[in-house]
């Protein structure tokens, strides 16, 4: 493809399992709030990088939410941001099966969350993987099965196995 004069090679599609780690998901968020739940995403996101804490982890996240919420609509939030230090892209993955009201763009309960951390200079990585998660749950079928399985195992199974179908 050629964009802006220069000559793009096509990208190979980016896979989720390059950057969702079995133990990054969370079978059961114990958060009710918004706030509680960036938190609680966030130490999912420093147990793989300690050095940064959770708290800056926190931090990115919930600054982005000042601006807009991440809460897309259908049951699914992606909150995201970049942070300095990052040595490469992170994610978790959390369901809450009441929901939690993260004003989504539908007014609906927000159920399922893809937290998303990328390397401050990584705009192209970032946008790239916030498509593959947005692509990923289009299907309402997905995020019901996700809503029904009983283990953390079984929820990255079907993560894994919808990201191999796309």
Same mark, same amino acid.
Do not use: W
């Given at each position: 493809? /050629?964009?802006?004069?220069?000559?793009?090679?096509?990208?190979?599609?980016?896979? /989720? &399992?390059?950057?969702?780690?079995?133990? &990054?998901?969370?079978?059961?968020?114990?958060?009710?709030?918004?706030?509680?739940?960036?938190?609680e995403l966030s130490q999912s996101l420093a147990k793989a990088n300690p050095a940064l804490g959770a708290g800056r982890f926190a931090e990115v996240l919930l600054e982005r939410e000042k601006q807009a919420s991440t809460g897309i609509a259908e049951g699914l939030a992606i909150p995201h941001g970049?942070? &300095? !230090?990052?040595?490469?892209?992170?994610?978790?993955? !959390?369901?809450?099966?009441?929901?939690?009201?993260?004003?989504?763009?539908? !007014?609906?309960?927000?159920?399922?969350?893809?937290?998303?951390?990328?390397?401050?200079?990584?705009?192209?990585?970032?946008?790239?993987?916030?498509?593959? /998660?947005?692509?990923?749950?289009?299907?309402?079928?997905?995020?019901?099965?996700?809503?029904?399985?009983?283990?953390?195992?079984? /929820?990255?199974?079907?993560?894994?196995?919808?990201?191999?179908?796309?």
């Open positions: 493809a /050629i964009v802006a004069g220069l000559k793009v090679s096509a990208a190979r599609a980016m896979k /989720i &399992a390059e950057f969702l780690k079995p133990e &990054a998901v969370i079978f059961e968020l114990s958060s009710s709030s918004k706030r509680d739940v960036l938190h970049r942070l &300095a !230090g990052l040595p490469t892209l992170m994610a978790c993955f !959390g369901v809450s099966r009441p929901g939690i009201d993260f004003e989504a763009a539908d !007014g609906k309960r927000t159920h399922l969350f893809f937290a998303l951390v990328a390397p401050e200079n990584a705009a192209g990585l970032h946008l790239r993987a916030l498509s593959r /998660i947005v692509r990923l749950f289009k299907s309402a079928q997905f995020r019901d099965a996700i809503l029904q399985a009983t283990s953390q195992e079984s /929820i990255y199974a079907l993560i894994a196995q919808e990201d191999a179908k796309a």
